[in-house]
């Protein structure tokens, strides 16, 4: 009978039947005289079925059909056309907010919360740009004021992401024309408040996922 | 993103991030398609499933509440549903093939078998990449043990304990409770 630590350590690929003759002999060997390890193979064999029979179901979908589905979803809309009525009273409200804000600066909860100095690669040497980050309610707004920027080729646009290490929040996207200038406010979900980093790419496609075509980055600082 | 549970990702998809809806697609959208195929009949039923489905989870991503339910159920729900649907619509036409479907207007899943489909395809996403890695390679490409060890140039030896390892962390990670769907409705 082979031992015990050892032969438990087989009985994934033992119910899987991908042991060898010999070592599946010696499992079957094992278990007769072991209580826990058949227990075990019990449980083993569940999660195997289990698994096999999502695996037989599964099928990769065609390549460019995520494409496909993240083209075609509505956008969320960063700004909604409201009656005049409801623009009036909410500008008033919005008087009232920046008084309050001057006078009570925590009473709102939307001061600036994070900066960047944005630094150019080697794609955009003569870029520059400073990034500022504000809490307003759900979302973060995202100020950003560039220069020097290359101008955008038709279909194409810069996109601005929040970064910790591997992940990047999209905060949105631009164009820019023959002056490189942009100073726009864009928005980002409040969970990437944290992230630490900020950077700019140069996009030439819809792919959802950040190109590799970085011109602009920096570290956020809070404020 | 890799290790990011489901439900966070839906909560950043309800603030719009794509980069999270693409997550889900990618934890997902294999089983979505492959169901589509084997139930509704047809690849380009299958597509449109799957395009329905993740338009769905895009637009009310802001619903979900993870009190009440995992993604994986959430999504179940909205695939049963949306499957129906086109079983239903394809019914109003000339029907053009034999194969029956699980789904019939009126049932959910009577089998059970999508909803155990959802719930293991939850667990694998939940586990370490180092579990999730071995197990992916041997169900869903086919590789012998040898073979994995080869590709991943790790010893055959702690291939076979480390799949052994992957398979009871799935087993942990998982409902079995077989009632737990019909109770759930």
């Given amino acids: 009978m082979s031992e015990h630590p050892e032969t438990r350590n087989l009985l994934g690929p033992y119910v899987m039947g991908a042991l060898e003759p010999q070592e599946e002999q010696e499992v079957e060997d094992h278990l007769q005289g072991c209580a826990s390890c058949r227990e075990e193979t019990q449980d083993l064999r569940l999660a195997h079925e289990r698994l096999a029979d999502l695996a037989y179901t599964t099928e990769a979908p065609p390549p460019d059909l995520k494409n496909?589905?993240?083209?075609?979803?509505p956008r969320r809309e960063a700004r909604r056309r409201v009656p005049s009525w409801?623009?009036?009273?909410?500008?008033?409200?919005?008087?009232?907010?920046?008084?309050?804000?001057?006078?009570?600066?925590?009473?709102?909860?939307?001061?600036?919360?994070?900066?960047?100095?944005?630094?150019?690669?080697?794609?955009?040497p003569k870029a520059g740009g400073e990034v500022s980050i504000q809490g307003v309610g759900e979302?973060?707004?995202?100020?950003?004021?560039?220069?020097?920027?290359?101008?955008?080729?038709?279909?194409?646009?810069?996109?601005?992401?929040?970064?910790?290490?591997?992940?990047?929040?999209?905060?949105?996207?631009?164009?820019?024309?023959?002056?490189?200038?942009?100073?726009?406010?864009?928005?980002?979900?409040?969970?990437?408040?944290?992230?630490?980093?900020?950077?700019?790419?140069?996009?030439?496609?819809?792919?959802?996922?950040?190109?590799?075509m970085k011109v602009l980055s920096g570290e956020l600082h809070e404020l | 993103m890799e290790r990011v549970a489901d439900e966070v990702l839906v909560r950043r998809v309800a603030s719009g991030d794509e980069r999270a809806l693409s997550g889900l697609y990618d934890r997902y959208a294999g089983l979505l398609y492959g169901t589509g195929i084997r139930y509704l009949g047809d690849r380009g039923t299958a597509e449109e499933l799957v395009q329905d489905v993740f338009t769905s989870v895009w637009k009310n991503a802001a619903g979900f509440d993870p009190a009440r339910a995992s993604f994986a159920t959430w999504?179940?729900?909205?695939?049963?549903n949306r499957a129906t649907d086109?079983?239903?619509?394809?019914?109003?036409?000339?029907?053009?093939?034999?194969?029956?479907?699980?789904?019939?207007p009126g049932e959910t899943d009577p089998s059970g078998e999508l909803?155990?489909?959802?719930?293991?395809?939850?667990?694998?996403?939940?586990?370490?990449?180092?579990?999730?890695?071995?197990?992916?390679?041997?169900?869903?490409?086919?590789?012998?043990?040898?073979?994995?060890?080869?590709?991943?140039?790790?010893?055959l030896g702690t291939v076979?304990?480390?799949?052994?390892?992957?398979?009871?962390?799935?087993?942990?990670t998982m409902s079995f409770d077989e009632n737990r769907w019909s109770t759930d409705e």
């Fill in chain 1, 68 to 73: 496909r589905i993240v083209a075609g979803i």
């Fill in chain 2, 75 to 80: 999504v179940y729900r909205i695939t049963r």
């Fill in chain 1, 139 to 212: 979302n973060m707004e995202v100020r950003l004021e560039a220069w020097g920027l290359p101008a955008c080729k038709h279909e194409h646009y810069y996109e601005l992401w929040l970064v910790e290490g591997e992940e990047r929040v999209s905060a949105g996207s631009f164009t820019v024309g023959p002056s490189g200038r942009i100073d726009l406010s864009m928005n980002a979900p409040n969970f990437a408040g944290s992230y630490p980093g900020v950077g700019i790419t140069y996009e030439k496609d819809k792919n959802p996922d950040a190109s590799d």
């Fill in chain 2, 115 to 155: 909803s155990r489909n959802f719930d293991v395809a939850a667990a694998l996403s939940r586990l370490s990449p180092v579990h999730r890695e071995v197990l992916t390679l041997a169900y869903f490409h086919g590789f012998s043990q040898r073979e994995i060890s080869e590709r991943m140039g790790t010893p």
């Fill in chain 2, 86 to 104: 086109l079983i239903r619509r394809r019914k109003a036409r000339v029907r053009t093939i034999d194969s029956e479907p699980l789904f019939e």
């Fill in chain 1, 86 to 124: 409801l623009a009036a009273v909410a500008a008033a409200f919005c008087v009232l907010a920046v008084l309050g804000a001057i006078f009570t600066p925590d009473l709102f909860g939307g001061g600036p919360l994070a900066s960047a100095t944005l630094s150019p690669t080697e794609r955009a």
């Fill in chain 2, 160 to 172: 076979k304990s480390r799949t052994t390892a992957a398979l009871r962390a799935l087993r942990e």
